[in-house]
């Protein structure tokens, strides 16, 4: 199962270098890369672009990681039975590393949030309530998009460990266990990729939802 392994990380990570944000504002004569915070993801699209930008940023990448764990779905099921689940999830995970590290933008691209949503929709759909319901209360509450995008990655390792103990997953054993560590390097990666929103949150600096200059 190695090479099915890197094969769905493969797969995931050519998916995941279609930058939505950064087509989207070439189309309208605008390299996002140098407007607001320079990052290519939905929240510094919406704000450089607008809402309707931002709304077709968002489901651009959404949409490349929900992709890329279907396809490796529809290959490996029939070899590998319901274990094909950690590879949708590898192919989730490579679809995040192509948006967040893109080969031919000199690895500078997002932050991964979209990408995972569509990840946890494709891969474990039962943990999607209470992240979006999350996020929506905090970033409604708060206005900071960066603190409910740090939720959503958390809440949605938390379920699936819940999940996962208590049988919902079908996953046993080694198996089970790579799923919890593949979901909680999703979790890592986001937190890392915020470090500096985190930073600005501690210290009262961090952009909120609505300000002029872009944080994400």
């Not at 190695?2 to 990570?13: D, F, K, N, P």
């Not at 320079?38 to 651009?60: H, M, Q, Y």
């Not at 959404?62 to 529809?74: E, G, H, Q, S, T």
Request: hydrophobic letters at 50%.
């Amino acid at each position: 199962m190695i090479i099915a392994r890197i094969i769905s990380l493969l797969i995931g990570y050519a998916f995941g270098l279609f930058q939505t944000g950064y087509l989207y504002g070439k189309s309208k004569g605008i390299d996002i890369r140098k407007q607001g915070s320079g990052n290519v993801g939905t929240t510094n699209s919406l704000r450089v672009l607008g809402w309707k930008a931002g709304l077709i940023t968002f489901a651009g990448d959404f949409l490349k990681a929900v992709l890329a764990a279907l396809l490796v779905k529809m290959i490996f099921t029939g070899t590998y039975g319901v274990d094909t689940k950690v590879l949708e999830l590898y192919a989730g995970f490579g679809a995040v590393l192509g948006h967040n590290f893109p080969l031919y933008m000199q690895f500078h691209g997002g932050k991964g949030i979209a990408c995972t949503s569509g990840v946890i929709i494709a891969v474990c759909p039962m943990a999607a309530i209470a992240c979006l319901i999350g996020f929506l209360l905090i970033v409604g509450v708060t206005r900071y998009v960066s603190l409910g995008s740090i939720y959503v990655v958390l809440a949605y390792l938390v379920q699936v460990i819940i999940f996962g103990q208590m049988g919902y997953l079908k996953l046993q054993g080694g198996m089970l266990t790579e799923y919890y560590i593949i979901s909680a390097c999703f979790a890592g990666m986001a937190v890392w990729r915020h470090r500096e929103n985190i930073k600005r949150l501690l210290n009262g600096t961090e952009n909120k939802l609505g300000s002029k200059k872009g944080e994400k």
